[in-house]
């Protein structure tokens, strides 16, 4: 393993060339390609020293030149050394804070999907383990897609599609390729004063390479991949100390390097999460949960219960927090973002995914046999644009006719299955931008985790049902979530201004002509809440909590705020600190002549 910079490691693709026939291996560092060559009439082992790397033990069928020798177990003379040579894949980790996140450039968040070796204290990185150190890993894999159309032509590129193994995002070979590491802590080894945060990685990657040695053909497609021409800026970033050391903020700057503009370009997020301890990674998997705060335009997944032990309990192994992608800024004017959630399987019956049963001005579009992944760039396209936000996935033996959607599956004990937790996953998009030649967009997006989501062990087996899953999911907290997914959202803001999440080339959108008040979240709650508010002007805000009977509880906001939106939180005390007891509550926004009050209900 060749090591980079602290917390990079480079992962080199490996050429071996034949002289004579002039045929080439490719390989990762350990790892066999998707193409081995096929060769004639030979089957030997071959060992190749690569100068800098291990020693690469591999088998393959190979092309032997007439007459050539070669003896099992060596390299004969017709191959050269090898060399690294394609794209210089590599990868950085984010763990700095509590929330230990790795990231590539080649459009993948973990390092699974891409099957690049890692290296973190001589165990593989994880996708995302929180709290750091904690072994409880909540990412799989994640990856980016883009789709747009293209002259008469609608295409997508992804970093990862989830189940064919189609990767279409690559770097270049060059130390172009590396990962610029930068810091705002002037005790780094990487400060530099044009660090965001005290953990910056930058890299850059494209979409332009189509050798179906890195670029699998897509079975629907079934052709060779067609690149929208598009060069990402990806930046990361994370902060070491509370409030920020829950989420890492990424900015990610979309170009098209093409000679056709990209009309209707969508940008999406797909995650495959799998939330388990290390311990029970053989079937930790296989029970997560998805949903979507719209209020908040993030999407998250969970365990099913948070693991409780014999009791029952909560241990370390419990993964009791959520894991959540939030879009920052505002959205393109149609003013949507589109949550999607699906299950693949290879057996198409049981390949499903939430959809809209489709009207006359919007027809259902058939994926083939099964409902849920997207294959081939036209369904994926579809995915990315379509105008939807699914239900939550333990709803899903509930019927949502009356909200547009297809029945609940057929088959009630798959319905059950689905709604109490499977192995699944998300994509989280926003568009469409127009994208001019030479132009490009930027947009904003963190991955933020919420402690205590599963409050108490029993809740899952007191209170889940699949035919009404609602009483559950109120016992859930996504207050711990929601505060740290403010803290990223203050950051964005304030670190790049208020820009519409779309880069220069859409104007931000206008603050409230008057104080308006949200709804708080969760409501009811236990034991805290979240409330948000947003400002026209610079203003004297006071925000209390008053009970029943009109007593002052507690004040929570007294003091001057600049302009935008403010989050608070209520933990559930009084002035005093003690806890306060079940019951109907007030919250009070007064500024500037503007009085507002919303109910919020309290059940210890």
């Not at 998250?300 to 419990?318: E, F, L, M, Q, R």
């Not at 959205?331 to 949550?339: I, Q």
């Not at 379509?386 to 939550?392: A, G, I």
């Not at 979240?530 to 509880?553: A, D, H, W």
Request: glycine share 10%; with cysteine; proline share 8%.
């Amino acid at each position: 393993m060749m090591a980079g910079p602290t917390g990079v490691i480079t992962a080199p693709r490996i050429e071996v060339r034949n002289r004579e026939t002039d045929m080439f291996f490719h390989s990762r560092e350990g790892h066999v390609m998707k193409s081995l060559l096929v060769m004639r009439g030979r089957t030997d082992w071959y060992w190749f020293a690569v100068p800098g790397a291990m020693i690469i033990v591999f088998w393959a069928m190979l092309l032997v030149p007439a007459g050539a020798a070669a003896a099992g177990g060596q390299a004969t003379a017709e191959w050269e050394a090898a060399t690294p040579v394609g794209p210089n894949w590599q990868y950085a980790v984010h763990q700095n804070g509590r929330i230990v996140l790795t990231v590539t450039n080649l459009g993948q968040l973990g390092p699974i999907l891409s099957g690049i070796p890692t290296d973190c204290g001589g165990q593989p990185c994880p996708g995302c383990e929180y709290p750091a150190g904690s072994e409880l890993q909540y990412l799989f894999g994640g990856a980016f897609w883009i789709g747009a159309v293209v002259g008469t032509d609608t295409l997508a590129s992804v970093g990862a599609d989830g189940w064919f193994q189609v990767a279409e995002m690559n770097p270049d070979s060059g130390t172009s390729a590396d990962f610029q590491i930068r810091s705002n802590d002037p005790a780094s080894p990487y400060y530099s004063p044009q660090a965001v945060a005290n953990l910056d990685y930058i890299c850059t990657y494209a979409d332009t390479c189509t050798d179906p040695a890195l670029v699998n053909f897509d079975p629907i497609d079934n052709r060779p991949h067609i690149p929208l021409n598009v060069s990402v800026t990806q930046r990361s970033y994370s902060w070491a100390d509370d409030p920020n050391a829950d989420f890492v903020l990424f900015e990610y700057v979309i170009a098209n390097i093409g000679a056709a503009p990209l009309q209707d370009m969508y940008f999406g997020i797909l995650v495959d999460g799998d939330v388990y301890h290390s311990s029970n990674s053989t079937t930790g998997y296989a029970d997560d949960m998805t949903g979507f705060l719209p209020a908040d335009n993030m999407a998250y997944i969970i365990d099913n219960d948070g693991d409780p032990v014999a009791g029952p309990a909560w241990d370390n192994t419990s993964p009791r927090s959520a894991f959540a992608v939030k879009l920052h800024g505002s959205k393109p004017d149609w003013g949507g973002v589109n949550y999607n959630w699906w299950i693949s399987n290879a057996n198409t019956s049981l390949d499903f995914g939430p959809r809209l049963a489709g009207t006359v001005e919007d027809p259902f579009r058939s994926f083939g046999p099964h409902l849920g992944t997207p294959s081939g760039d036209k369904n994926k396209y579809y995915m990315l644009q379509h105008p939807e936000q699914d239900y939550d996935q333990m709803f899903t033996a509930v019927s949502h006719a009356g909200e547009g959607f297809l029945a609940p599956p057929s088959n009630p004990s798959f319905a059950a299955d689905l709604a109490d937790g499977i192995d699944t996953r998300f994509l989280l998009s926003v568009g469409p931008y127009q994208v001019g030649v030479g132009d490009s967009v930027r947009l904003y997006f963190s991955v933020v985790m919420g402690p205590d989501a599963h409050v108490n062990p029993g809740d899952f087996a007191d209170y889940f049902t699949a035919g009404d899953p609602d009483a559950y999911y109120q016992r859930l907290d996504f207050g711990p979530l929601l505060t740290n997914a403010g803290r990223a959202d203050y950051l964005y803001q304030n670190i790049f201004g208020t820009p519409s999440g779309a880069g220069d080339d859409v104007t931000p959108s206008a603050l409230p002509q008057a104080a308006t008040l949200s709804p708080n979240y969760p409501n009811p709650f236990n034991p805290a809440t979240t409330i948000r508010y947003q400002l026209p002007k610079q203003s004297q805000v006071q925000m209390t909590v008053f009970n029943l009977l009109g007593e002052k509880v507690t004040t929570l906001v007294d003091g001057m705020q600049g302009s935008g939106e403010h989050i608070t939180v209520w933990d559930g005390c009084d002035r005093f600190g003690h806890p306060a007891p079940s019951g109907i509550y007030f919250y009070r926004l007064k500024t500037d002549g503007v009085s507002a009050a919303k109910k919020m209900v309290l059940m210890r």
